[in-house]
């Protein structure tokens, strides 16, 4: 959550007790859940928690590996391991280097396993990005990632100025690794709150997430839709990656007076919308 601390920056062995609700990617997983025993004293209690399809029938062998005797339980299709933090753990280094911000050689791009799409560019991505005209004035990413779109959209020297906001503040932390450019702002906020800096905008950018929290979030899109529509100026565009299963029209066509279809492969559709 945007304001909240970062599990990196708590000191060890500062915590008694922590439960945390373990995240489906297992190298994220792992890094987390090292970060999370380390910060709680030796002796104290350590619950973690995830769905048995994504990564709940894991959990204890994981723990098993840091020195860890555990006890596991099993609830609403979750299952949940419970342990005391040992005073010695062991086989964490691998786990805090593999699930650590990076340079990813693929994308010769700084990224974080969790991050969306951490290690390759999303195909909905990738589609924008060869539909992209040129754009100019000011104007903002929605859900800006590592940087990806941003660092297509500052080629433009027509580009005054940019946001880049995400709600993940890995996301934001390697962005600014990604796009280093005085035309830029970041921004670790939720797209959703209204944000006062961003009014009168020329263009936004957004391949609009629809999970939230993990879960698929068909509102979540068109939220992003309502969002650019509030902070565009009158002819100003928003570039959108749609994914086709997704309901994006009804919401697009009251708020847009032009919308054009630009390209529909591979599941996504790429939007202008101007308003």
């Known amino acids: 959550m945007p304001g ?3 599990l990196e920056s708590q000191r060890e ?9 373990a995240p489906p990617g297992t190298l994220e997983r792992l890094y987390v859940m090292t970060l999370a025993l380390r910060a709680v004293v030796p002796g104290g209690a350590f619950r973690a928690l995830a769905p048995k399809n994504q990564g709940g029938t894991r959990l204890r062998k994981e723990l098993e590996s840091f020195g860890c005797s555990v006890q596991e339980t ?6 949940i391991a419970t ?6 753990l062991t086989g964490t280094e691998d786990a805090l280097r593999d699930g650590a911000p990076r340079v990813v050689a693929e994308l010769g791009l700084w990224s974080q396993p969790g991050v969306f799409s951490w290690d390759r560019i999303d ?8 539909h992209l005209p040129l754009l100019g004035g000011n104007g903002a990413d929605f859900g800006c990632g590592i940087g990806i779109l ?8 027509k580009v005054e100025h940019m946001t880049l906001i995400d ?12 796009v280093v450019d005085p ?4 921004l670790w906020g939720d797209v959703r709150q209204s944000i006062p800096e961003l009014a009168g905008l020329d263009f936004v950018l957004m391949n609009a997430p629809f999970h939230d929290a993990g879960r698929e979030d068909r509102t979540l899109p068109q939220e992003f839709v309502r969002r650019a529509a509030a902070v565009l100026r009158n002819g100003g565009v928003c570039w959108l990656t749609a994914n086709r299963h997704l309901p994006y029209e009804a919401v697009m066509k009251p708020l847009f007076r032009h919308i054009e279809l630009k390209a529909d492969a591979g599941g996504y559709k790429i939007y202008e919308m101007r308003k």
């Open 4 to 6: 909240s601390a970062d």
């Open 13 to 21: 062995g500062t915590l008694t007790a922590m439960t945390m609700l």
């Open 74 to 79: 099993a609830r609403r299709h979750h299952r």
């Open 83 to 88: 342990c005391i933090r040992p005073v010695a």
């Open 123 to 130: 195909p909905g991505t990738a589609l924008l990005l060869a």
């Open 150 to 157: 941003a660092r297509a959209a500052l080629a433009s020297a």
């Open 167 to 178: 709600i993940d503040r890995r996301a934001v932390a390697c962005a600014q690794h990604n």
């Open 183 to 186: 035309r830029v702002t970041f």
